[in-house]
């Protein structure tokens, strides 16, 4: 069988452009084929085809020349729109990379039990500690612990619960109740806002309980987020500010945001992208 070594690029830029065109919609609401093609620098005729599997997957509603949201509604902020994990992934790549391995440095090499919420960023974390033998590793998100069983010397506990499709994490009370009883030493944690006025938000209010019994049952509480996270407040509170004790985000992060995030108590520890940690 004849394999395509350019076949992983193509399907990356696929999913790269995927989730541009989620973005555009999500931003805009309804747009034209046209449009959109033009925004994109892609023929009509190739944004037909992932309109086509976008459109298979419910995650958008095909229209007479264009294309909108499913769930497209004028009132509802951009912030409070979520998109499924795989179309995120491919969003701010290189800086949850780099929030990734700061946050992994932050991990002492000694036996201890590590929580891992679900999230893109959060994922990145476990790729970085997937080679340490003496961690603990306790998570509620299917994927995170499907790459960590390819690992043997690290033990994985998993969350029962509900499986949300949009994020892989298992939630509710059967989560609830065994996150309940363990003792973390460190809880890393993906969000979908963090403010010095909102605290950590997600979009599902059955999500933010799980991730509240993981961060009460955590010695230390460590929030990944890239810089478009701040500022942002969603429907479910998780936490307050105070209940973290850093945040790792990168350079962009707005500044106004990041003082008032600081004036508020938080750590914050800004990681370069192309650079170190400052």
């Given at each position: 069988?004849?394999?395509?070594?350019?076949?992983?690029?193509?399907?990356?830029?696929?999913?790269?452009?995927?989730?541009?065109?989620?973005?555009?919609?999500?931003?805009?609401?309804?747009?034209?084929?046209?449009?959109?093609?033009?925004?994109?620098?892609?023929?009509?005729?190739?944004?037909?085809?992932?309109?086509?599997?976008?459109?298979?997957?419910?995650?958008?509603?095909?229209?007479?020349?264009?294309?909108?949201?499913?769930?497209?509604?004028?009132?509802?902020?951009?912030?409070?729109?979520?998109?499924?994990?795989?179309?995120?992934?491919?969003?701010?790549?290189?800086?949850?990379?780099?929030?990734?391995?700061?946050?992994?440095?932050?991990?002492?090499?000694?036996?201890?039990?590590?929580?891992?919420?679900?999230?893109?960023?959060?994922?990145?974390?476990?790729?970085?500690?997937?080679?340490?033998?003496?961690?603990?590793?306790?998570?509620?998100?299917?994927?995170?612990?499907?790459?960590?069983?390819?690992r043997p010397r690290l033990r994985v506990f998993v969350t029962g619960g509900m499986?949300?499709?949009?994020?892989?994490?298992?939630?509710?009370?059967?989560?609830?109740?065994?996150?309940?009883?363990?003792?973390?030493?460190?809880?890393?944690?993906?969000?979908?806002?963090?403010?010095?006025?909102?605290?950590?938000?997600?979009?599902?209010?059955?999500?933010?309980?799980?991730?509240?019994?993981?961060?009460?049952?955590?010695?230390?509480?460590?929030?990944?987020?890239?810089?478009s996270k701040l500022g942002q407040v969603n429907l479910a509170k998780i936490a307050?500010?105070?209940?973290?004790?850093?945040?790792?985000?990168?350079?962009?992060?707005?500044?106004?945001?990041?003082?008032?995030?600081?004036?508020?108590?938080?750590?914050?520890?800004?990681?370069?992208?192309?650079?170190?940690?400052?």
């Amino acid at each position: 069988m004849h394999l395509d070594p350019d076949a992983p690029r193509t399907s990356s830029r696929r999913t790269v452009r995927l989730s541009r065109i989620l973005d555009l919609l999500s931003e805009g609401g309804p747009a034209r084929v046209t449009g959109l093609a033009e925004q994109l620098g892609i023929s009509q005729a190739t944004l037909r085809r992932d309109l086509a599997l976008l459109e298979a997957q419910n995650l958008l509603a095909r229209t007479h020349g264009g294309a909108q949201p499913t769930d497209f509604s004028p009132e509802l902020p951009v912030h409070l729109r979520e998109l499924p994990v795989r179309f995120r992934d491919a969003r701010h790549r290189q800086a949850k990379q780099r929030i990734a391995l700061a946050a992994a440095l932050t991990i002492a090499r000694r036996p201890q039990a590590i929580a891992l919420s679900g999230g893109t960023t959060t994922t990145e974390v476990a790729r970085y500690l997937a080679d340490r033998s003496e961690l603990t590793i306790i998570t509620n998100a299917i994927n995170i612990a499907m790459e960590l069983t390819m690992r043997p010397r690290l033990r994985v506990f998993v969350t029962g619960g509900m499986m949300r499709s949009e994020s892989y994490e298992l939630v509710g009370a059967w989560s609830e109740r065994f996150l309940e009883s363990l003792n973390i030493a460190v809880a890393i944690m993906g969000v979908d806002g963090i403010s010095a006025q909102g605290g950590l938000t997600t979009h599902d209010v059955i999500e933010a309980r799980t991730n509240q019994r993981m961060i009460e049952r955590a010695q230390r509480v460590v929030v990944v987020a890239d810089s478009s996270k701040l500022g942002q407040v969603n429907l479910a509170k998780i936490a307050d500010l105070r209940d973290v004790q850093l945040l790792i985000t990168d350079s962009d992060a707005p500044p106004d945001q990041v003082q008032a995030l600081r004036a508020a108590g938080l750590d914050v520890q800004l990681v370069q992208v192309g650079g170190g940690v400052r």
